[in-house]
């Protein structure tokens, strides 16, 4: 019998049997389309109407490819003898999920780093903001996982995060104000020296 893959995912307590990263993060797509089904009965529509009967499926579709995301390589590294520079990626925009009410949050990320030996690829900014965004969240956390990516990938401690969120949850919702939440992780240089952050603060604006 071919089992499907969903069902060997789940026997395999949410990682496949040959899965290289034991990290990468699962949904139970089976479940998924249960609940999507739920879902609309729960909120007094009928499932088998015409124009509903694909949508728990693409539910089920939406809710795997946001949280079995694929960041890619994401580590690509430069040697170089150059630890004189600040290195600044700013304005780069990812989706997440409010972990308090399953709503979307855009985030504009700013990264900046002063490199210690090592350079990191360019696009590598965007792919961990990415990989990070991927997952139910709150903004800072958000910062504190990118900024303690970037470390951990170049090496260095002097490594600055920013971020502008805007969140559904306070816009579409409960006090349905618009507003933006700007939160920043300042480490090593960033944060002893004044001169060094401001500068930062000055590229990234
Ligand atoms: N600090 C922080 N708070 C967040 C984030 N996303 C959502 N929140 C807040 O989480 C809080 C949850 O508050 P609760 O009082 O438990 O929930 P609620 O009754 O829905 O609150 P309201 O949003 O005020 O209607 C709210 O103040 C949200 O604005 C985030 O990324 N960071
Ligand atoms: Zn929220």
Known sequence: MVMHMDQERARNNGHDAHDEQPQARHV??????????ELLIAVGENPDREGL??????WADWW?????????????????????QMVCVSGMRV???????????WCDVSIGYIPDGKVLGLSKFA??????????QIQERLGQEIADE????TGTSHVAVVLKGEHLCMTGRGIRTPGVMTSSVMRG????HYETRMEFLRLIE
């Open 53 to 58: 009967l694909d949508t728990p499926r693409r």
């Open 127 to 136: 792919r961990i903001a990415h990989q990070f965004a991927h997952q139910l």
């Open 28 to 37: 139970d797509y089976a479940r998924l389309l249960e609940l999507g089904r």
């Open 189 to 192: 240089v960033f944060r002893e």
């Open 95 to 105: 989706f997440s999920l409010c972990e308090h009410h399953l709503l979307p949050m």
């Open 150 to 153: 970037i470390s951990r990938i």
């Open 64 to 84: 795997r490819e946001f949280i079995e995301y694929d960041p890619g390589k994401t580590e690509t590294i430069f040697n170089t003898a150059s630890t004189d």
